[in-house]
């Protein structure tokens, strides 16, 4: 039915039909009579709200993953290269809270100092029913995976935005290609002028839905790859620290 009215429109040269397929018309019929397009607002304003927040979300995680990148290296070098442990502490101390390697170097030699002070205690405590190397693996897991579930902050909204969008779009399209049909029966022709506000509504709730969805998807895949990436730094580092904090020895 759509391509006939297309075809319609297009032999007889009706350009005031085809005006009315546009965003602008659809705004504007929308706007006069929101009682005939309660459906069509309710689709517009969520797939509105849905690209706001998943750009949101796009924006701190582009800003999260690069303080990332760039602080990654430079706190396990800083860490490392420190040539007193006391000293490689207190300058992961030094750092910003919100950074990750430095609050798992942190965890670590904390669960270490809190072993040390252990042993030699009661008889059954913690220093006799755990060893070192036990109890600073089991704070450095705990760290990982505070701090990689910290990563996936936004990442279950991009996901769900670029699942669902599509459909919420096609909400519209359904509903458009619904009214198209309540006009023709209305009017009792399947005239282009009755059915071209519709159709036009149909095409562009879907286009907006794909709008919407596109980019969340990108933006997932992508820092899905840079979180996987991240993770395996934090495991990476974790191992070295549970070698330096269990043995005393250093691995780099």
Request: aromatic fraction near 8%; proline fraction near 3%.
């Given at each position: 039915?759509?391509?006939e ?10 350009s005031?039909a085809?005006?009315?397929m546009?965003?602008?018309?659809l ?8 009682g005939?397009f309660?459906?069509?607002?309710v689709v517009?304003?969520t797939?509105i709200?849905?690209?706001?927040m998943?750009w949101?979300?796009?924006?701190i995680?582009?800003f999260?993953?690069a ?7 430079k ?6 290269d ?6 490689a502490?207190?300058?992961m101390e030094e750092q910003p809270?919100s ?6 170097a ?8 809190h ?5 030699g205690?009661?008889?059954?405590g913690l220093?006799?029913?755990l060893?070192?190397s036990e109890?600073?693996?089991?704070a450095?897991?705990?760290a990982?995976?505070r ?10 909204l991009?996901a769900t935005?670029?699942?669902t ?7 519209g399209?359904?509903?458009?290609i619904y ?5 023709i ?8 002028d009755a059915?071209a ?6 095409l562009?709730m879907t286009?907006?839905?794909?709008f919407v ?7 997932f895949n992508?820092?899905?790859?840079i ?8 495991d990476?580092?974790?191992?070295d620290?549970?070698d330096f ?8």
């Open positions: 039915m759509l391509q009215l297309f075809i319609a429109a297009a032999a007889g040269g009706n005031n085809l005006s009315q546009g965003f602008e018309h705004i504007h019929e929308m706007t006069t009579q929101p005939d309660a459906v069509s607002w517009l304003l797939l709200i849905m690209s706001a998943s949101y979300w796009t924006v995680n582009i999260r993953a303080r990332l990148k760039a602080a990654a290296d706190v396990t070098s800083l860490f490392w420190t040539p007193n442990a006391q000293d502490i207190r300058a809270a950074e990750p390697f430095s609050k798992i942190l965890d670590a030699a904390q669960a270490a100092a072993h040390q002070r252990s042993e205690g009661t008889s059954g220093g006799e029913n060893s070192r109890f600073v693996d089991r450095l897991r705990q990982v995976t701090e990689s579930n910290n990563l996936q902050s936004g990442m279950t991009l935005v670029g699942a969008a599509p459909f919420v779009g096609l909400l399209t359904v509903w458009g009214g198209a049909l309540i006009k029966g209305a009017t009792g022709s399947a005239s282009i059915v506000g519709p159709v036009g509504e149909a562009i286009a907006i839905g794909l969805a596109i980019p969340a998807v990108f933006a992508f820092f899905s790859k979180n996987s990436a991240t993770i395996s730094k934090f990476t580092f974790a191992h620290l549970h904090f269990a043995t005393g020895s250093r691995v780099r």
